[in-house]
């Protein structure tokens, strides 16, 4: 079975760039058919998709993220990487990634604060 698991700074100040890494187990980010995905929820309200990366390496990120995001991976640690810039408290939520929408990590909690 997949697992994933998310890590990164709790704590990002404004304008600063935010680096999250999905670390998969159980399954190659490379097999076929998956979209790595990386999905956020803002304090009390609902999911928000912010892209993926699939098996073959094509990216879709949401259009109201696309200037500020960038989503790669490292094959040979198996892992898939956000990458956020300008943040801004806007950006305060729990961040998860998941293999299509069957598995996924427990997510990452991140807070921009100076």
């Known amino acids: 079975q997949v697992q994933l698991q998310e890590s990164g700074p709790g704590l990002v100040k404004p304008s600063q760039t935010l680096s999250l890494t999905c670390t998969v187990s159980?399954?190659?980010?490379?097999?076929?058919?998956?979209?790595w995905n990386w999905i956020r929820q803002p304090p009390g309200k609902g999911l928000e998709w912010i892209g993926y990366?699939?098996?073959?390496?094509?990216?879709s990120i949401t259009p109201s993220l696309k200037s500020r995001t960038s989503i790669s991976r490292d094959t040979s640690k198996n892992l898939v990487t956000l990458q956020l810039s300008s943040v801004t408290p806007e950006d305060d939520g729990k961040y998860y990634c998941?293999?299509?929408?069957?598995?996924w990590g427990q997510g990452t909690q991140v807070n921009v604060s100076s």
């Open positions: 159980g399954g190659s980010i490379l097999k076929n058919g998956y979209h």
């Open positions: 990366i699939a098996y073959n390496g094509d990216t």
């Open positions: 998941a293999a299509g929408l069957a598995y």
